[in-house]
């Protein structure tokens, strides 16, 4: 090779390498205090955590309520007229998917949630 191809080869490599991150599993488990909601938008369902400004996307979700943990999905079912402007205040038990990182949305998994009751539209 000439030189300037093993230039090219050097500055290709230097582009890509801070590029790749390592994939991981679950970062860890927790239980938190939030607000369950319904968003226009990926991913639908976000979790206001109270007291901070963190907000969790639920990952493997989409807009499947039958994919959300049972004791959950059984709540936002009660509403007559669907469960768009409801919210869910109460402790919920995610596994980050993602590393929490300043001012983006962190993504976990819902496991489950105690201690839940439905707001409506005008509660908070």
Known sequence: MTFSKWAMVAALALLTLGTARPAKAVVGCETVRGRLEIWNGAPTYRIWVVGTK????LKG??????KLPT???????????????????????????????????????????????????DED
């Open 61 to 66: 979700v989409g807009e499947d309520m039958n």
């Open 71 to 121: 004791e959950v999905a059984r709540l936002w079912r009660r509403p007559a007229d669907g469960p768009f402007g409801y919210r869910i205040l109460g402790d919920f038990r995610v596994c980050a998917i993602t590393e929490q990182r300043p001012g983006e949305m962190q993504f976990v998994h819902l496991e489950g949630g105690q201690r839940m009751r439905l707001l409506g539209p």
């Open 54 to 57: 963190r907000v969790l996307g």
